[in-house]
T-cell receptor
Framework: GAVVSQHPSWVICKSGTSVKIECRSLDFQATTMFWYRQFPKQSLMLMATSNEGSKATYEQGVEKDKFLINHASLTLSTLTVTSAHPEDSSFYIC??????????????FGAGTRLSVL | SQQGEEDPQALSIQEGENATMNCSYKTSINNLQWYRQNSGRGLVHLILIRSNEREKHSGRLRVTLDTSKKSSSLLITASRAADTASYFCATGKTGTASKLTFGTGTRLQVTL
């Protein structure tokens, strides 16, 4: 089955530093990847849609300069949380759509990254 | 705002019992999907039902879709302790093929 690898799974950083999270599709190509944020016991909130070779599309209210997204290849998208602050602490999850099977619109998820900003 | 609202928010049953969770949505959709999330992990796709389908089965899962009521249900039969997880419905809107909007989720606890 389609596998998405997300790293790191857990990161603790100091306030003001930047953190990069990687999302890789291991056995399929993904022209589109998605980044979500999830608060405890809540649903997923879509932050942005990452498009290979072009700029990401951000959801309303998400600061693009705060959450930098790069999708440089068909198998890798990165999310960088810049100048992180304690309120950025959250669970971040990426997903990817298989470029070959777009009609199904099924998303394959990474295991998530728990970010704690001190 | 969230597209899907699910109920119940939490459900606790004993192993062997059936679990039913419901999802309501607001706009026209292409399809509706159900995902499962174990605590602190990513989501796993369970089943997809298209807008022109009314019922679909996969193993112990049964999904129904009523587009006139804009609602769907997920039934897990003969539940097991390993089914303990959060379950989310997700809808793909007509005209926007890529994005999925996730419901609020049902936390299922299956006890021995």
């Amino acid at each position: 089955g389609a596998v998405v690898s997300q790293h790191p799974s857990w990161v603790i950083c100091k306030s003001g530093t930047s953190v990069k999270i990687e999302c890789r599709s291991l056995d399929f190509q993904a022209t589109t990847m998605f980044w979500y944020r999830q608060f405890p016991k809540q649903s997923l909130m879509l932050m942005a849609t990452s498009n290979e070779g072009s700029k990401a599309t951000y959801e309303q209210g998400v600061e693009k300069d705060k959450f930098l997204i790069n999708h440089a290849s068909l198998t890798l998208s990165t999310l960088t949380v810049t100048s992180a602050h304690p309120e950025d602490s959250s669970f971040y999850i990426c997903s990817a759509r298989d470029s070959v099977d777009l009609a199904k619109n099924i998303q394959y998820f990474g295991a998530g990254t728990r970010l704690s900003v001190l | 705002s969230q597209q899907g609202e699910e109920d119940p928010q939490a459900l606790s049953i004993q192993e062997g019992e059936n679990a039913t969770m419901n999802c309501s949505y607001k706009t026209s959709i292409n399809n509706l999907q159900w995902y499962r999330q174990n605590s602190g992990r990513g989501l796993v796709h369970l089943i997809l039902i298209r807008s022109n389908e009314r019922e679909k089965h996969s193993g112990r899962l049964r999904v129904t879709l009523d587009t006139s009521k804009k609602s769907s249900s997920l039934l897990i039969t003969a539940s097991r302790a390993a089914d303990t997880a959060s379950y989310f419905c997700a809808t793909g809107k007509t005209g926007t093929a890529s994005k999925l909007t996730f419901g609020t989720g049902t936390r299922l606890q299956v006890t021995l």
